[in-house]
Structure formats: structure tokens, C-alpha cells
T-cell receptor, first 111, second 114 residues
Framework: SQQGEEDPQALSIQEGENATMNCSYKTSINNLQWYRQNSGRGLVHLILIRSNEREKHSGRLRVTLDTSKKSSSLLITASRAADTASYFCATNTGTASKLTFGTGTRLQVTL | DVKVTQSSRYLVKRTGEKVFLECVQDMDHENMFWYRQDPGLGLRLIYFSYDVKMKEKGDIPEGYSVSREKKERFSLILESASTNQTSMYLC?????????????FGQGTRLTVV
């Protein structure tokens, strides 16, 4: 079963707007990670937040983590057409660092 | 730069064939993973390995097996390929839990079973 579920499944915004994606998961985690995938390619890591952290920033990215609600959000500020991609959250769990992905959010940024 | 290399970008196989998908990483990572990606289903974990000769089933191991004889190489085996195994296959590697780091992905193998 999927550990993470992203919401929304698809998001369409205009350049310059902010994009927010949410991720819910089911079990306790070591950390939560966000990845980006351009069409038909491998995934690229964006940001990692540890289970004892609540917020993290990296450039135009802001990630929050609420372990009591088992949820995370990814905010992309001032979006650009080049941000068009699919975004996935992934949870790292267990002693063996199992990495489980959600279903993804497809982001479309138009000019 | 970390490099995860998958042996083929595109592969076409016949039903019933035994198929090997190879993945090699060059950063001495302990963990390696195999996922399949299908539209609307995201990435689903097939198997992962946290050390040489060690493996754990993921969420959808049926119809697949894996081999990790050397630390840098993780092979996914389809014992008897079926059309429902047509998919994009992604390999990844990472350091162990204590390092709290990200995974690095290969470019994927698009497998078509006819």
C-alpha cells in the first residue's frame, strides 16, 4: 500500500503564483523527502525534513512537517514555467531506511 | 557526483522471457531500491536491499526477484515476463538511516512486454 498520498493530484497555476502540495502518510517516519520528476525521467531530490523538524527552507521551497497529523506540505513560491513537473513525497521508515513514495502531484505552470 | 546507472533506457521483451534489469551505483551506498512507476499509481516499491545479499520485499514483490551479490550492483529479475509488467522501472540508492540523506535515482528503464 502507498505510504504517502499527495493532494491535489494535479495543479495548474500561472507563473509568479505560489504552488502548495500536501502529503499525508500512515506510519512513523525517520524523515520525509520531496522529489521532482520531469516527464519520463528519473527523480531528483529537492529537500529532506527530519522527523524532529517542523519547517525547512531551500531557495524558493518551503517544507513543513506535522508528525501529529502525519502530514507535510511543499510550497513553491514565485513559480516559473520551468517548475512544471511531477512532485512526489517519500517517507523513510524503519531501521533499514525503507523509502516509500506517494502518488504524486502534477504541477503545470503557465506563462 | 553520485551516479546511478540503469543498463537500458528502453527494453522490449516477449511474454514468458526471463528479464534482467541491472542497476549500478558508484557511491558505495548501502541501500538500493527498485520501483515501478505507472500512471496514476506513483512509484511502488518492489524490493529493496540494505546490504550485500540482504533484501526485503516492498509493496509489490509478486512476479519479481532481486540479486545483490556486490555492493554496487542490484539486479531486478522478472522470472517470466507478463504484459502486466509493462512499466517504467526506476532504481535508486542511498546511505543508511543513520545518515538521514536522500536517494539518488537512475534514469529509468521503460520495459514493454509483448
Amino acid at each position: 500500500s502507498q505510504q504517502g498520498e499527495e493532494d491535489p493530484q494535479a495543479l495548474s497555476i500561472q507563473e509568479g503564483e505560489n504552488a502548495t502540495m500536501n502529503c499525508s502518510y500512515k506510519t512513523s517516519i525517520n524523515n520525509l523527502q520531496w522529489y521532482r520528476q520531469n516527464s519520463g525521467r528519473g527523480l531528483v531530490h529537492l529537500i529532506l525534513i527530519r522527523s524532529n523538524e517542523r519547517e525547512k527552507h531551500s531557495g524558493r521551497l518551503r517544507v513543513t512537517l506535522d508528525t501529529s497529523k502525519k502530514s507535510s506540505s511543499l510550497l513553491i513560491t514565485a513559480s516559473r514555467a520551468a517548475d512544471t513537473a511531477s512532485y512526489f513525497c517519500a517517507t523513510n521508515t524503519g531501521t533499514a531506511s525503507k523509502l516509500t513514495f506517494g502518488t504524486g502531484t502534477r504541477l503545470q505552470v503557465t506563462l | 557526483d553520485v551516479k546511478v546507472t540503469q543498463s537500458s533506457r528502453y527494453l522490449v521483451k516477449r511474454t514468458g522471457e526471463k528479464v534482467f534489469l541491472e542497476c549500478v551505483q558508484d557511491m558505495d551506498h548501502e541501500n538500493m531500491f527498485w520501483y515501478r512507476q505507472d500512471p496514476g499509481l506513483g512509484l511502488r516499491l518492489i524490493y529493496f536491499s540494505y546490504d550485500v545479499k540482504m533484501k526485503e520485499k516492498g509493496d509489490i514483490p509478486e512476479g519479481y526477484s532481486v540479486s545483490r551479490e556486490k555492493k554496487e550492483r542490484f539486479s531486478l529479475i522478472l522470472e517470466s515476463a507478463s504484459t502486466n509488467q509493462t512499466s517504467m522501472y526506476l532504481c535508486a540508492s542511498s546511505l543508511p538511516r543513520s545518515m538521514n540523506t536522500e536517494a539518488f535515482f537512475g534514469q529509468g528503464t521503460r520495459l514493454t512486454v509483448v
